[in-house]
Nanobody, 124 residues
Framework: QVQLVESGGGLVQAGASLRLSCAAS????????MGWFRQAPGKEREFVAV????????YYADAVKGRFTISRDNAKDTVYLQMNSLKVDDTAVYYC?????????????????WGQGTQVTVSS
């Protein structure tokens, strides 16, 4: 399985921006569709964004559409999540996930590899 390590989380005020990174290792990164999920306190983990292997197609949850951007650099084996106009409701642990030869899937069970998560806290 590919190994994933997230970074870039932190504490910010509402309206600020953060960029999360997820570095992959151990396998050919370009073979994996990549997704971002998040889990807020007391809630189930939910889909945030997904990007295809080549990076040519993306899909977002309605809650983040227009504010978040997923991208990838296959030369650096890294996927990113640019988060703008952050809201208090965006507070969560953010996870990246990989699906071998995966397309645009939003289902957790379709992803076999997961990172350890990075905390994002947005204060009012």
């Amino acid at each position: 399985q590919v190994q994933l390590v997230e970074s870039g989380g932190g504490l910010v005020q509402a309206g600020a921006s953060l960029r999360l990174s997820c570095a992959a290792s151990g396998r050919t990164f370009s073979n994996y569709g990549m997704g971002w999920f998040r889990q807020a306190p007391g809630k189930e983990r939910e889909f945030v964004a997904v990007i295809t292997r080549s990076g040519d197609t993306t899909y977002y949850a309605d809650a983040v559409k227009g504010r978040f951007t997923i991208s990838r650099d296959n030369a650096k084996d890294t996927v990113y999540l640019q988060m703008n106009s952050l809201k208090v409701d965006d507070t969560a642990v953010y996870y990246c996930a990989a699906r071998l030869f995966g397309g645009l899937t939003t289902r957790e069970q379709d992803y076999a590899s997961w990172g350890q998560g990075t905390q994002v806290t947005v204060s009012s």
